[in-house]
């Protein structure tokens, strides 16, 4: 029992050691390695379940003619050619979204999930280095919030999606009442906005946005829409069950939001 | 010396591999099977397959790595880890010292319920101490531990058979050349 105690404090101490460690950034060199290391090496598998294009494939074309294989390559070159055509449709939204609006951003690649499945979080190709910082919004398609920034390592950095448990976003309802709430995820694949006043009306269909009122988080960027709502007679509060506008299962390229500033203010 | 040399680079090749392992399992196969605990699997098997003490220490490296792999606070997955594995290991030894796929299965709930359970305490902790952080139970987190818990200690019952099965189809080799 003696022993055991002992091994019980020598464990913890060099628990607490390694946590100090991290803690005053000694391990971070460390860190920087393998996570650069391990999620380029796992983004191959990333894009291969989202069905990402290979941006290297024309090498195939120089095989000798064989009509079976020449109809297979065909095939692929065709879906291939269709998830370009969906990703450039999508990097145009963003462009196009950008160059209305007054914010400073960058382009990224999601390169993975993280290794907690209790989490839905996902990995992207920029971090401290290229201005990402804790708290930017990530955004889809034209202004669709798929989630915030919350660990940024040298050249990759960790996005929690709009649909994780530990996610809570400032949001408004755009009826008539401009209803405020929050939106939570956790419910499945879908989320959920919570904290709306039992008087105010809320119809399926109704659009919700960015408040403005969680920190660093821009007003008026697109969530979903509602689509059912759930009320309890003697309950405060009702909730609306929203549908999210970008498919946070099938995330490609995304834009995170930098600053909310203006290069002109 | 040269034995000891080898027998780190074994230790760094099979981290490195866990590791790998967990990340393509998360990033290529459906939802269902990323709730899969990988890693508690192979620390329960060789705990049972005779892992002394030592193990410990690998739990230790892998769940370092795997922390900072993690969008947490740094030392949630890893005190959760180590402990777990600890726990297990001592449970072995004291409680349920049988070698049957039933006391896989019962050693991975145990092993998955104590790592979750620390998870969530030192979640809720860390997020205390540390302002940047945030975590809260929810009804959604615990019931995808829930179903991570189902998920793994289902799959320790197979798992353990075939390794049994190998482990005993080998022997039989070695017997016959020896």
């Not at chain 1, 390169?111 to 804790?134: H, Q, Y």
């Not at chain 1, 007003?219 to 709502?229: P, Q």
Request: glycine share 8%; charged share 15%.
């Amino acid at each position: 029992m003696k022993k055991r105690y002992q091994t019980i404090i020598g464990i913890s101490i060099v628990l607490v050691f390694v946590i100090l460690l991290r803690t005053l950034g000694v391990l971070r060199p460390v860190e920087n390695m393998f996570t650069g290391m391990l999620y380029s090496l796992t983004s191959i598998s990333y894009d291969a379940e989202v069905g990402a294009p290979e941006h290297t494939s024309n090498t195939r074309l120089s095989s000798t003619f064989d009509p079976e294989l020449m109809r297979a390559i065909c095939t692929i070159d065709t879906s291939e050619n269709i998830l370009l055509k969906e990703e450039n449709e999508q990097l145009r939204k963003q462009l196009n979204f950008f160059s209305r609006s007054r914010y400073q951003h960058t382009g990224a690649d999601v390169i993975g999930r993280t290794v907690d499945p209790l989490s839905t979080t996902v990995t992207i190709n920029r971090g401290a280095r290229d201005g990402v910082a804790r708290t930017n919004p990530v955004i889809v398609g034209d202004g669709v919030l798929v989630g915030t920034v919350i660990e940024v390592f040298d050249s990759v950095s960790y996005v929690r999606l709009i649909n994780d448990t530990q996610s809570k976003i400032g949001a408004t309802l755009l009826n008539k009442e401009r209803t405020i709430g929050l939106v939570e995820g956790g419910y499945d694949i879908g989320v959920q906005m919570n904290f709306i006043p039992q008087n105010e009306i809320v119809s399926p269909g109704d659009m919700i946005v960015t408040s403005g009122l969680t920190d660093n988080m821009p007003r008026g960027l697109n969530i979903g829409t509602v689509e059912y709502i759930e009320k309890q007679p003697l309950e405060p509060f009702q909730q609306a069950v929203l549908k999210p506008i970008a498919d946070l299962s099938y995330l490609t390229s995304v834009s995170v939001i930098i600053t909310t500033t203006t290069s002109q203010e | 010396m040269f034995k000891k040399i080898l027998a780190t680079i074994v230790y760094a090749g099979g981290i490195f591999f866990l590791i790998i392992t967990k990340l393509f399992l998360m990033n290529l196969f459906p939802s269902i099977f990323t709730h899969i605990d990988i890693i508690m699997l192979f620390f329960v098997l060789c705990i049972m397959r005779g892992a002394r003490g030592g193990i410990v220490w690998f739990a230790f490296f892998t769940y370092m790595i795997l922390d900072m792999l993690t969008a947490h606070a740094f030392g949630i997955e890893l005190i959760a880890g180590v402990l777990s594995v600890l726990g297990v290991y001592w449970f072995f030894e004291d409680v349920f010292t049988n070698l049957s796929i039933w006391t896989a299965g019962i050693l991975t709930v145990f092993g998955m319920v104590v790592f979750r359970v620390l998870y969530m305490v030192l979640g809720v902790l860390f997020a205390r101490i540390f302002d940047i952080y945030t975590f809260s139970i929810s009804t959604g987190l615990l019931r995808d531990a829930g179903f991570e818990i189902m998920m793994t200690a289902i799959l320790s019952v197979p798992l353990y058979a075939i390794v049994i099965k190998m482990a005993n189809i080998w022997s039989k080799e070695r017997i016959r050349y020896s």
